[in-house]
């Protein structure tokens, strides 16, 4: 019984705060009946809550990480991650002498080779008809910035915590991943965060149709059409703009 | 003409199974053979839809009985509709699911 609590209470972890009590208590009033019908069968019966955790964390819609740490503007985004560079930077300022770039620098190019493996590098459609921007190259120095400061945090993180090695590869692609990940989700006239997602479509009507998420910018400058697969006509994410 | 969103056949199974009075997740598994992982899911998606609705058993029953509570799950009026509409393209299903046999 014990181990069989501790299965669940470890995909527990994985379900979103708000839903975890309650998560948690319907797999354990389970496990005490299979526990009575099927004892043999408790340890495979517990294992199936990873998927459900893993299901609820990645549908719920009360979780969102980047509202949670308050980055849904640029400029809060921009700050907060100022913040964690700087920290990262003042936590190693006394070993600057020591630091050895080069091997950095190969890391560092060895995630963008692996970068391509891990998420798409594609920032979607944005067609040309939109309405231009008031400074055409924000959205990408906003990118730069991030890019910037999340290899700073890391690049002194890893001077802290370890040294050369696959968890500094594993910072950086997850530096580069969050980055492009981040901007895809971006108003490209604002740079807000885009809001409301919505499933749209279903899978069988994928020969005349799209299916996939869309999400609209709270200013009301466009929508962002997400296909859940690529398709002839859905290749990559498009905007379109509201103007 | 309209499109109408189409149940695969394990959300169909587990709707019909709900249907027939399989009303709470480890029942569901056992009638329909599906595992843990495939059965739990499966009903939040189902619920997140609103197909089906859940609620736990009020404790004091459980308690006279000496055993947890249960989280029921019932099918709503569009979970209704939606299985007549999928028994019509899976037709063999209903039969695939007995009547329970005592009280659950």
Sequence with gaps: MTVHLAILRAAALLVPRAERADWLAEWKSELWYVLGARPREATGFCLGAFPDAFWLRRNSARLDARRMFHLESPLQCVIVLAVLAGASFLSTRHMMKEIRILPHLLVILMSLLVLPVVTS???????????????????????????????????????????????????????????????????????HLLTSPIRIGEPSH?????????LICAKGHGVLQVPEIATSCYRTQRWNSLF | MAAEPKL???????????????????????????????????????????????????????????????KYYKLTRAGKAKLEASQKRYPLLAGLIPVPGGAQ
């Design chain 1, 121 to 191: 590098l594609d920032f979607g459609e944005y067609p040309a008809n939109n309405r231009p921007l008031s400074w055409p190259g924000r959205r990408w120095m906003f990118f730069a910035t991030k890019v910037a400061l999340l290899l700073t945090t890391v690049f002194c993180g890893a001077i802290t915590l370890v040294t050369i090695g696959a968890p500094i590869l594993a910072g950086y692609v997850f530096a580069f991943r969050w980055a492009l990940m981040d901007q895809r989700r971006r108003c490209p006239v604002c740079l």
């Design chain 1, 206 to 214: 994928t020969f005349l149709a799209w299916y996939g998420t869309e």
């Design chain 2, 8 to 70: 695969t056949h394990t959300a169909t199974m587990i709707l019909q199974a709900i249907d027939t009075g399989y009303v709470y997740g480890f029942s569901v598994m056992e009638v329909t053979g599906l595992p843990s992982g495939t059965v739990y899911p499966a009903m939040r998606r189902l619920e997140r839809d609103d197909l089906i609705h859940s609620s736990w058993e009020k404790q004091k029953l459980a308690d006279a009985e000496q055993r947890p509570a249960r």
